[in-house]
C-alpha cells in the first residue's frame, strides 16, 4: 500500500508527517517508523507524526512515535509541524470557530498529554499554548525524590561526576542542567547515560543549558528516543521553568538551541507555557 508523506522540520527537528484523518490508528506500526527515520536507508527524521480524527472535543489528535519506534507524550516542535501540516492539507479547525481571526487560525489538538492549542500565524510563526509544567517527581517521573517533592538542583552522579539536576514535566519528561558552556559537554557520552538512568522509569530527555542573559538561554540537547537533535520545543519550555525556578531568569526568554531560536514564555498569569517559532514545510513523497 502506497502512503503518502510530507516532511515538515522545527528548527531542523525533522518529522514525517502522515495525513491518518481516516482511521483513528496510525496507518503504520512503530517499526515501520523506525525504518522511515532511518537517515541513510530511510527518509531521514526525528520521528513520525500522524494527524488523526479529533478526540474529547478537539479539532485532530497528534500521534508520533520517536525514531527508537518508543511514543512520546507530546512533541513540541512537531505539533507546530502538525498545525503547518494541517493548514497546507486545508483542514479546518472544525471545533474551534469562535476564535479564528483574519490573520491566525487555532487547532484544539489532542495529544498523550492532554489538549493543545496551536496558533498559525499570518507571518508563518506557529504560538503553541503548551499547558502547565508539572514539578512533582511522581509526575515526572523520576524516584530522585520522594513522589511528592520537587525535584530542583539535586545531585545525580553520572559519568563519575555529580550534576545538579533540576526535573519538568511538559506531558513527557525533561531533566535540566545548568552549565557554563554548553560548547564543552560530550552530549553523546554522557546523554544516553542520563536518557537510561534508573531514576528515570519512563527513561527522560535531557537538556543542558548555559545562561547568557536573564531574557537569553543556550541550550543543547539529548532527546529520549531521538538522541541529539537540533532542536526540541517541549525541552526549551522545561529549561525556561527550570531557569525560572531556580532563580536565573525571567518568564519571558529566547532559548538558542542548535537549529535556532524559539520565544519562550511561562504567563505569570494563567502559569500556561506559550512557545513560538517557525514550522517549515520541505518535500512530499510516496512510499
Ligand atoms: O519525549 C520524548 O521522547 C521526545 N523525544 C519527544 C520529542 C520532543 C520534541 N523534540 C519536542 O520538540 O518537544 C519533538
Known amino acids: ?48 507524526i500522524f494527524a488523526l480524527p479529533g478526540k474529547n472535543g478537539s479539532d485532530y489528535s497528534m500521534r508520533i512515535f520517536n525514531s527508537d519506534g518508543s511514543e512520546p507524550e507530546m512533541c513540541g516542535n512537531g505539533i507546530r509541524c502538525l498545525a503547518k501540516f494541517l493548514a497546507d492539507l486545508g483542514a479546518p479547525p472544525a471545533n474551534t470557530p469562535q476564535k479564528q481571526t483574519s490573520d491566525s487560525v487555532y487547532y484544539k489538538i489532542h495529544t498523550l498529554a492532554g489538549m493543545i492549542v496551536p496558533q498559525l500565524r499570518a ?27 520537587q525535584v530542583i ?5 553520572i ?9 519538568v514535566s511538559m506531558g513527557n519528561p525533561h531533566c535540566i542542567i545548568f552549565v557554563d558552556d554548553v560548547a564543552a559537554i ?18 527522560t530527555n535531557t537538556e543542558f543549558v548555559q545562561v547568557i542573559r536573564r531574557n537569553y538561554l543556550k541550550m543543547r540537547v539529548w532527546e529520549r528516543g531521538a538522541g ?46 506559550y512557545m513560538t517559532g517557525p514550522a517549515v514545510r520541505v518535500f512530499e513523497g510516496r512510499i
Not at 126 to 137: E, N, W
Not at 159 to 167: F, P, Q
Request: hydrophobic share 40%; proline share 7%.
Open 1 to 48: 500500500m502506497a502512503i503518502e508523506f510530507t516532511k515538515y522540520h522545527g528548527l531542523g527537528n525533522d518529522f514525517i508527517l502522515i495525513d491518518n484523518r481516516a482511521s483513528s490508528e496510525p496507518v503504520l506500526t512503530p517499526k515501520e517508523a523506525v525504518k522511515l527515520c532511518a537517515r541513510h536507508f530511510g527518509i531521514g527524521a526525528d520521528g513520525v
Open 123 to 149: 507571518d508563518g510563526q506557529v504560538r503553541v499554548d503548551m499547558g502547565t509544567p508539572r514539578l512533582l517527581a511522581a509526575e515526572i517521573p523520576t524516584t530522585l525524590v520522594a513522589g511528592e517533592h
Open 153 to 157: 538542583e539535586e545531585p545525580l552522579e
Open 159 to 167: 559519568a563519575g561526576k555529580s550534576w545538579l539536576v533540576t526535573c
Open 186 to 203: 560530550p552530549l553523546e557520552v554522557i546523554g544516553p547515560q542520563f536518557e537510561h538512568h534508573p531514576v528515570f522509569p519512563k527513561r
Open 228 to 273: 541529539a537533535t537540533l532542536a526540541c520545543g517541549t525541552g526549551a519550555c522545561a529549561s525556561l521553568v527550570a531557569a525560572v525556578l531556580t532563580g536565573r531568569c525571567d518568564r519571558l526568554a529566547t532559548v538558542e538551541l542548535p537549529g535556532g531560536c524559539l520565544e519562550i514564555e511561562w504567563s505569570a498569569t494563567d502559569e500556561r507555557l
